[in-house]
Nanobody, 124 residues
Framework: QIRLVESGGGLVQTGGSLKLSCAAS????????MGWIRQAPGKDREFVAG????????YYKDNVKGRFTISRDISKNTVYLQMNSLKPEDTAVYYC?????????????????WGQGTQVTVSS
């Protein structure tokens, strides 16, 4: 199974930027749809961004379009999430996610294909 380790979270002011990294092992990310899921305190998990295993096409939640960019470096087996123009409502734990299709990234019942999460806090 694929194993995922996130890094790059932290505290940033409104309007600032952060870049999250997700290092994968055990499997090659080119065989997986990869993405980022976040969970804010007291809220459900929500899909943020994903990248297709087949052609690398990116998908975004509407309220992050134009601010966040997902990318992958297959040679490093790593996925990234560049987050710009951050807002307090972006505050959450961000989880790296890998699954067999873009649609299954939002199958939160899957037990495999999750990182441990990294905290992103945006101060106002």
């Amino acid at each position: 199974q694929i194993r995922l380790v996130e890094s790059g979270g932290g505290l940033v002011q409104t309007g600032g930027s952060l870049k999250l990294s997700c290092a994968a092992s055990g499997r090659t990310i080119s065989d997986y749809a990869m993405g980022w899921i976040r969970q804010a305190p007291g809220k459900d998990r929500e899909f943020v961004a994903g990248i297709s295993e087949s052609n690398g096409q990116a998908y975004y939640k509407d309220n992050v379009k134009g601010r966040f960019t997902i990318s992958r470096d297959i040679s490093k087996n790593t996925v990234y999430l560049q987050m710009n123009s951050l807002k307090p409502e972006d505050t959450a734990v961000y989880y790296c996610r890998g699954s067999r299709s873009i649609e299954r990234l939002e199958d939160y019942s899957e037990r495999t294909g999750w990182g441990q999460g990294t905290q992103v806090t945006v101060s106002s």
